[in-house]
């Protein structure tokens, strides 16, 4: 016989406890705040709004307060914002509102903007390669080379882990670079050697996430930004403008690490075993990555957008059943609905009037273009530092697209530099997941973590502010 199953008279009739939400005293700020200072526009009036702008104003200072202090998680502001611009400022508004006002469907839709989806068939690639192991053995092939000091094996780890991020997100990147890592970090000495090892992924991560559209949501987010003002960067497109950048910060990065972190005499050995998945939907799967990848790269060739070839793996893995529903649901779903509420949120500030009103706040006319670029760039860095990335990339980039309008600058510019700056705020365990994977090995410490942050975060600054424009607009890539 089978063993009794207890009935609800046999359980113990005692009260389940469940755990208590503990705020962080930021938090609980954040939420006085919320409730105290956002619903301001709405009850005061403020001088040349309109009252859909003062509503969006409300709106916009809810995101800020929100995203800033993480009082709820970012996904949630995210969605609030779409749901009140439905309520407060579209068609369906519960108050009286202009006729040309955005619809509600305008605002839903921004949940499956093209961008969004392209993100997806970037999260869908990634998790497919490694449920089949493809990023592991990939990651163990191309370290041979790279085996004749720690030195030269940490450049390797770092362009592996680099070139990684471009197509996969930098936390799975990170992740998969640590558990090629952690053995060799176990068998070295204590000390800086491994601190420098622990160190590099993380750095690498977050700089090869900058150099395509599906590395780093800020990429993304400006991206959709762009495509709101008629304007459109190719995926290659995106990829020439970044990836310069890209190997100079690399290579910077390299050599700080190694020069702070690394002896020349030491000495490591990897356990770069591979084995490839051979099944057929392995085989189908890498048949379908790397027609995705050759597709984002030719697309001015064939002329499909980026975004469509991005559904493309979606369609094609399903299908298949090389990836199943069950898969669908542990992508990375809040990343993508962050993205979304960010693009809803520039829509709104564009369409209300918020942004211009904000613009002629400050005599920016009055400033030198090089030095409205280097503010708001310093803004970014700060900002993507000790809040999300792409809370920074959404608060940012909708009101510097329309003061690059005011002051004459390239919008395209404007939202590539922001893109990239939000991307290299790395200076604090907090700033990003790859940064908080590391910081929890134990290997690194916030110090040492800050001093390599900082110091690249300062030089990508630098570069695209004086630097990296002139180059773009040398070559005709701006």
């Known amino acids: 016989m089978g063993a009794r199953t207890a009935s609800v008279q046999d359980r113990p009739r005692t009260r389940s406890r469940r755990p208590r939400l503990r705020l962080t005293l930021i938090q609980r700020i954040g939420l006085t705040l919320a409730v105290l200072v956002a619903p ?10 309109e009252p859909v702008g003062q509503r969006m104003f409300a709106i916009f200072l809810l995101a800020i307060i929100l995203w800033v202090t993480e009082a ?3 996904v949630a502001t995210a969605v609030l914002v779409i749901f009140l611009e439905v309520l407060l400022i579209s068609d369906q508004a519960l108050l ?92 070295l000495p ?6 420098g090892f622990a160190l590099s992924i993380p750095v690498a991560a977050n700089i090869g996430g900058i150099a395509t ?74 048949v379908v990555a790397g027609i995705t990848v050759v597709l984002w790269l030719t697309e001015p060739i064939h002329g499909i957008p980026s975004t469509t070839v991005g559904f493309f793996p979606v369609v094609v893995l399903l299908l298949t059943q090389v990836m199943s529903g069950e898969d669908i649901k542990v992508l990375q779903w809040p990343v993508l609905w962050l993205v979304a509420g960010g693009i809803a949120l520039g829509s709104g500030v564009g369409s209300s009037g918020l942004d ?33 990335n792409s809370a920074t990339a959404n608060l940012l ?26 991307g290299l705020g790395m200076a604090l365990p907090i700033s990003t997941p790859p940064n908080a994977i590391a910081y929890a090995t134990g290997e690194v410490t916030t110090g ?31």
């Open 213 to 286: 559209p599906v590395g780093s949501p800020p990429n993304a987010i400006a991206l959709a930004a762009l495509n709101e003002r008629g304007e459109t960067i190719t995926f290659l497109g995106w990829m020439l403008l970044a990836l310069p950048l890209m190997l100079i910060l690399l290579a910077a990065a390299w050599w700080l690490i190694t020069w702070r972190f690394v002896p020349r005499d030491l000495s490591v050995d990897l356990d770069l075993d591979a084995s490839f998945d051979t099944r057929p939907r392995a085989l189908m799967f890498y």
């Open 96 to 187: 009286p509102v202009p006729d040309d006002v955005p619809t509600a469907a305008s605002f839903y839709a921004t949940l499956a903007n093209p961008v969004v989806i392209l993100f997806l068939g970037g999260f869908l690639i990634a998790d497919a390669a490694a449920k089949y192991g493809l990023d592991k053995n990939l990651a163990a092939v191309l370290l041979r080379p790279f085996q004749a000091n720690a030195r030269i094996t940490a450049l390797g780890l770092m362009l592996i882990t680099a070139v990684l991020s471009m197509f996969m997100s930098n936390t799975a990147t990170t992740a998969t670079m640590f558990a090629v890592l952690i053995p060799v970090l176990m068998a």
């Open 448 to 478: 040492q973590m800050a001093g390599v942050g900082v110091a690249i975060g300062l030089l990508g600054m630098l570069l695209l502010t004086a630097v990296m424009p002139a180059f773009w607009s040398a070559v005709g890539l701006l």
């Open 72 to 74: 709820v998680p970012l």
């Open 190 to 195: 204590d000390g800086v050697g491994r601190t």
């Open 397 to 422: 980039i909708p009101i510097a697209m329309g003061l690059s309008l005011t002051v004459g600058l390239d919008p395209k510019l404007v939202a590539v530099v922001l893109a990239l700056v939000c």
């Open 40 to 49: 301001l526009p709405l009850i005061l009036d403020v001088p040349g709004l």
């Open 356 to 388: 211009q009103w904000l613009i002629g706040l400050v005599s920016w006319s009055a400033l030198p273009q090089a030095l409205i670029l280097a503010t708001l760039t310093g803004i970014a860095l700060i900002l993507g530092t000790v809040i999300s």
